[in-house]
């Protein structure tokens, strides 16, 4: 089967979960003997080339917009405020509208010269973040099957905040083109079918994992509890900060690890005086060095507030830390409380804190859960598996049926 998979993060450079999945689910169809290449839209300041080749997978990547060098850094105040006036006077609108058209071109040129069968591309893409109002998603000419990984609309809709309504359409027309719809969890695909008015059938199938992937064989430090995500509200690392705090002042001696891009002085507002003593920032981590960390740690924690299906989760299951994940959302699809990890409500402090600190006093529970932790994502989630029944699920849609 020839593949493409549509993806505006894809690694190396800045991403989160939806290029952390397509790498691996891709990586995994060409050791399967399929033909996979990988497209994506991506922003001008996006760095690494344009084209190459990761583990038998071809990637390119085609620029939108504006190519000043303003734009190479969109954290930048420089860049923020040039987008924000490209967006005022209409010009941003217009170059998405041009990039979107040539895109369509050399995706079709593309479809072409692999002789690609099928397309998948996520509900969520990078460009609509920009647009002021409705620039539609070119139609393309083989079947696309589109995957809840969560959207614009999904993320805003769960933090009950205010959606624009060009955001909405642009969204909802991505989803009522596909041949076929696939979520990442039963959540997901439940509250993303309500939000988008797709009243069509969606096949879940989860994310997976490379559970051969080289874990480091370390030994655990005992007192050593990991944190990992993006350092915003809606991972719940402030509630997890709020938590530490009472942690701090039972087992002094604990040390928690802190993985991930974004503003550390703002959480580090959270702790008391007393706890930052015993908070390590360690900065968005390489892979490698990230399960060396999970490796050494004891006890992970996840307190967010929404996801579709968390990758962070899993490889901490996989590294052997006992898992700590949230009730919301997709969290219960992973985790059977007290069976392979625990789950809390984010919205509570003192029941984090409660269950990080039963498990520094519990080893053996704590071990326990980390064993069966490790089981879960080899039985379920592993990206072996998980591919197999992807190829099911796109020979279905070829034959011009769902599962």
Known sequence: MNILYLCDEYPPGKHGGIGTSVRMLAR????????????????????????????????YRFRRGFSSKIFSDEESLKSRIATRLLQVSGLMDREIRKSLATYKIELERLIKDHQIDIIEMPDYNDYIRFCSREIPFPVLSVPVAVKFHGSITYFIKEANGPLS????????????????????????????????????????????????????????????????GSLVEKKGIYQLAKAWNIVNKHVPNARLLICGKGDQQKVASFFTREAKDSVIFMGHLPMEKLFDQLSASNISVFPSYAEAFALAPMEAMLCGAAVINSNRTSGPELIDDNVNGVLIDPDRPEQIAEAILYLLNNRNICDNLAKKGNETVKEKFEITKVAEKYIEFYESVLKGRVI
Not at 180 to 189: D, K
Not at 204 to 219: C, E, P, Q, R, W
């Open 28 to 59: 995994q169809m060409v050791k399967l003997g399929h033909h996979v290449i990988v497209a994506g839209l991506y922003a001008p300041g996006y760095g690494g080339a344009d084209e190459f080749e990761d583990d038998g997978v071809k990637v």
């Open 165 to 228: 309504g060009h955001i909405l359409k642009m969204e909802q027309a991505i989803v009522s083109q596909a041949a076929a719809v696939v979520s990442v969890s039963e959540y997901t695909a439940k509250k993303s079918a309500a939000y988008l008015n797709y009243p069509g059938k969606i096949e879940v199938l989860y994310n997976g994992i490379n559970t051969d992937t080289s874990v480091l064989k370390t030994s655990k430090k005992t007192y050593q509890v990991i944190f990992t």
